[in-house]
T-cell receptor, first 120, second 110 residues
Framework: GAVVSQHPSWVICKSGTSVKIECRSL??????MFWYRQFPKQSLMLMAT?????????EQGVEKDKFLINHASLTLSTLTVTSAHPEDSSFYIC????????????????FGPGTRLTVL | RKEVEQDPGPFNVPEGATVAFNCTYS??????FFWYRQDCRKEPKLLMS???SGNEDGRFTAQLNRASQYISLLIRDSKLSDSATYLC???????????FGSGTKLNVKP
């Protein structure tokens, strides 16, 4: 399957600081990437859809000014948690969409390994 | 009503057992269906796509029933390493919308 990396894998920061998380597709180009958040023992929650070269589409209830998304290239999307607070502590996971329309068409997501954010 | 619903479990089964999970979806126009596996504190990993004719990969068999709007995953000869949460994912008719179930937890015991 396609390989997606995420960096950093974990981060601990003080309340009020900003944290940037990178998501890269390593062996393919991804026009669409997704950002999720997952709290312990809960399901994935889609935060936003990141499209290369355009503004991200945020899900209802997700503050776009707090969670800044930039998808500057076909292999990189970044999520910046601005002025992080303890309630932002969570597991943040990105995924990249693989869409093939030739041959056996597929439309799937491959996930990065996640970033565990702890805000003190 | 949720777009995708799964029995949260947990399903506790002995090694070697056969176990089946179902997942229902609400949008009849949904186009693609997947099963992912998520281990504790890890990212989801694609287990298999689900095709209309059903498909099998080793001990895993996936079925799609469009009339009743559900997909299933059958695991035969369960291994301890199969213990995980299994996520049902449905791609809607919106180009960018994938809907995740809340996951079914499987515990395979010796």
């Amino acid at each position: 399957g396609a390989v997606v990396s995420q960096h950093p894998s974990w981060v601990i920061c003080k309340s009020g600081t900003s944290v940037k998380i990178e998501c890269r597709s390593l062996d393919f180009q991804a026009t669409t990437m997704f950002w999720y958040r997952q709290f312990p023992k809960q399901s994935l929650m889609l935060m936003a859809t990141s499209n290369e070269g355009s503004k991200a589409t945020y899900e209802q209830g997700v503050e776009k000014d707090k969670f800044l998304i930039n998808h500057a290239s076909l292999t990189l999307s970044t999520l910046t948690v601005t002025s992080a607070h303890p309630e932002d502590s969570s597991f943040y996971i990105c995924s990249a969409r693989v869409l093939r329309t030739s041959g056996a068409s597929t439309d799937t997501q491959y996930f990065g390994p996640g970033t565990r954010l702890t805000v003190l | 009503r949720k777009e995708v619903e799964q029995d949260p479990g947990p399903f506790n089964v002995p090694e070697g057992a056969t176990v089946a999970f179902n997942c229902t979806y609400s949008n009849s126009a949904s186009q693609s269906f997947f099963w992912y596996r998520q281990d504790c504190r890890k990212e989801p990993k694609l287990l298999m796509s689900v095709y209309s004719s059903g498909n099998e990969d080793g001990r895993f068999t996936a079925q799609l029933n469009r009339a009743s709007q559900y997909i299933s995953l059958l695991i035969r000869d369960s291994k301890l390493s199969d213990s995980a949460t299994y996520l049902c994912v449905v791609k809607g008719d919106n180009f960018n919308k994938f809907y995740f179930g809340s996951g079914t937890k499987l515990n395979v015991k010796p």
